[in-house]
C-alpha cells in the first residue's frame, strides 16, 4: 500500500471540487466530508470552498484551497504576509476568541466521545496576548546559495524548508525583529553552511540563542557573533552535538547563565537553562499556576505530589500553602534545576526525585510509598501510563489535577480514572498557549465523590 500511495501522491492535482467545510483537523486544516474525506488548508468550519485535492492516502485526501465562496464570520486577514506557507501558525485566519471556542469545542467533543464523562463545571478560557508571546522557540537556518543568503524562521507547513521572513509577530519582539538581522550575520560568517538551527530562550533578564554548530567556528566568526551580541543584548551558546556539548560562546564564561522568569502571584523567581523546558506562553503560564493552585487548594494539612514537575512551576507555588510537596522529574538537569530553585527562593517543605514515569518500576519507588492528599500531572503529548493512573488511584487522593497538552490523550486517561477507579470530573476548561495555532492546553480536576 505505501507505494500506491506513493504513486497517488505523486499523480498530480484533481479537479475542482466545492463543499462546505465540517470542522477543523489537529493541525488547522478544514474538514471536507462527502465520498472520501478531504483535508484543505486555509478553510474554516462553516465555509464554502472550492478546493482541488493534491495528495491521496488511504484514509483521507488533501487539498487545496481555491477560493472561499462563502466566508465563515470569523474569518479575519491573517497579520503575516507569509501564513499559510510558513509553518509557525495555522490558525491567523480565524479571529482569536473564535480560535478558543474551537479548543473548548475540542476538548469537550474529547471529553464525550473518548473519556465519556460529564463535566459537572466549564472552566473560562485562560488566554494572554495573542502576539509576541512565543518565549521558547526553535527555528531554522539554511544557506541558500542561489538566494545569496541563509534564511532564518520556522520551517514551511508544508515542505522541508526555512521560510524566508524578515521578522515573526508571533515570537517574543526582542526576537521576532532579529530575523533579518541573524539572517546578515550568519550570512557573514565562514560556517553559514554549517548552522541549520536556532534555539531560542527569551527570560525576564535576558534572551538567549542557542546556535547548533556542525562546524566550529573561527575565530572571526566568535568576534562577529561578540559583537552581534552586544549591540543587540542578547548572549549567544554554541551547540555542537547533544544537550552536554552547549558551550558559551565565550571561552571560560559558564556554559548555562541563568535565565529567569517570575511567577508575581506566589513571590517566586525561577531560574532555567537556554535550553531547558519551559512553557512557551509566560503570560498563560502564570495564569496556569494561579488556576492549579486555586482549583487544588491545598492547606497546610495537604501532601502533594507534582508527577513530571519539571524545573518546578508548579511545585513551588503549591507548597506556598500545601503542608508538604513532593516533585518527580524524568529529566535529571531538570531536578537539579528545581532543587535549586527551591533554595533560591527559601522554600523547605519540597523534596525532588528522579523518576521515569513511563516505567513501570517507578510504581516500587519510594516517593510513592508516602501518603498524598493531592495530585498534580503534567505528562508529555501521549499522556500518562495506565500503570501510573491506577498508582494515582491506589494512593487515594482528594483531588487530581490533569494539565495535558493534548486533548486525546487527556480523555483517554480521564476515561480510565473515572470509568475504572471511581473519580468524578469536577472541572475542565482550555488555556490559550499558542495562539495561531491549534494546540489545545488543558486542565481538568478530579475529586472522589
Not at 486555509?42 to 464554502?48: C, D, I, K, R, S
Not at 506557507?85 to 479548543?103: M, N, V, Y
Not at 502564570?286 to 487548594?297: D, F, I, K, S, Y
Request: aromatic share 6%; hydrophobic share 40%; with cysteine.
Amino acid at each position: 500500500m505505501k507505494g500506491r500511495e506513493a504513486l497517488q501522491a505523486a499523480a498530480g492535482h484533481g479537479q475542482a471540487e466545492t463543499a462546505e467545510v465540517i470542522g477543523l483537523t489537529h493541525e488547522g486544516d478544514g474538514i471536507v466530508r462527502g465520498g472520501k474525506t478531504v483535508f484543505v488548508a486555509g478553510a474554516l468550519p462553516g465555509e464554502t470552498v472550492s478546493f482541488q485535492r493534491t495528495r491521496r492516502h488511504r484514509q483521507h485526501d488533501e487539498g487545496r484551497l481555491l477560493e472561499v465562496l462563502r466566508a465563515a464570520p470569523e474569518r479575519v486577514r491573517p497579520r503575516c504576509a507569509h501564513f499559510g506557507i510558513c509553518g509557525g501558525c495555522a490558525l491567523q485566519h480565524l479571529a482569536p476568541e473564535a480560535q478558543r471556542a474551537l479548543k473548548e469545542q475540542e476538548l469537550r467533543d474529547n471529553l464525550e466521545r473518548v473519556a465519556r464523562a460529564e463535566c459537572r463545571n466549564w472552566l473560562p478560557p485562560l488566554c494572554g496576548p495573542v502576539w509576541g508571546y512565543r518565549r521558547r522557540a526553535r527555528l531554522g537556518a539554511k544557506y541558500v546559495a542561489k538566494k545569496g543568503k541563509v534564511v532564518v524562521g520556522f520551517r514551511e507547513r508544508l515542505a522541508p524548508y526555512v521560510t524566508d521572513v524578515g521578522h515573526c509577530d508571533v515570537l517574543a519582539p526582542q526576537v521576532g525583529a532579529l530575523i533579518q538581522p541573524l539572517s546578515d550575520l550568519l550570512g557573514a560568517l565562514d560556517i553559514r553552511q554549517y548552522v541549520p538551527q536556532i534555539e531560542v530562550a527569551v527570560a525576564d533578564n535576558a534572551t538567549a540563542l542557542v546556535l547548533r554548530v556542525l562546524r566550529a567556528p573561527s575565530e572571526q566568526d566568535r568576534a562577529k557573533l561578540r559583537d552581534f551580541a552586544a549591540r543587540h543584548s542578547i548572549r549567544f551558546h554554541l551547540q555542537s552535538g547533544g544537550p552536554d556539548s552547549i558551550e558559551a560562546l565565550t571561552a571560560g564564561e559558564p556554559a548555562d547563565p541563568s535565565l529567569s522568569y517570575a511567577l508575581s502571584d506566589f513571590d517566586l523567581t525561577l531560574d532555567f537553562a537556554p535550553t531547558d523546558f519551559v512553557q512557551v506562553n509566560g503570560a498563560v503560564n502564570g495564569a496556569m499556576v494561579r488556576r492549579a493552585v486555586e482549583l487544588l487548594h491545598p492547606t497546610p494539612e495537604s501532601r502533594v505530589l507534582d508527577l513530571y514537575c519539571g524545573l518546578g512551576n508548579f511545585t513551588l507555588a503549591l507548597a506556598r500553602s500545601a503542608g508538604s510537596v513532593v516533585g518527580v522529574e524524568g529529566e535529571a538537569g531538570l531536578v537539579e534545576r528545581a532543587r535549586h530553585n527551591a533554595r533560591r527562593n527559601g522554600i523547605s517543605n519540597v523534596e525532588f526525585h528522579v523518576g521515569n514515569l513511563s516505567s513501570a518500576a517507578q510504581l516500587r519507588a519510594g516517593w510513592l510509598n508516602g501518603r498524598y492528599t493531592h495530585v498534580l500531572l503534567d505528562p508529555p503529548r501521549v499522556g500518562a501510563a495506565p500503570e501510573m493512573l491506577s498508582a494515582i488511584a491506589a494512593l487515594a487522593p482528594e483531588r487530581v489535577l490533569y494539565v495535558a497538552c493534548h486533548p486525546g490523550s487527556l480523555a483517554r486517561d480521564l476515561g480510565i480514572l473515572v470509568h475504572e477507579h471511581g473519580f468524578t470530573l469536577e472541572s475542565a476548561g482550555v488555556a490559550d498557549m499558542f495562539p495561531h495555532t491549534a494546540h489545545v492546553e488543558s486542565m481538568a480536576l478530579l475529586r472522589r465523590p
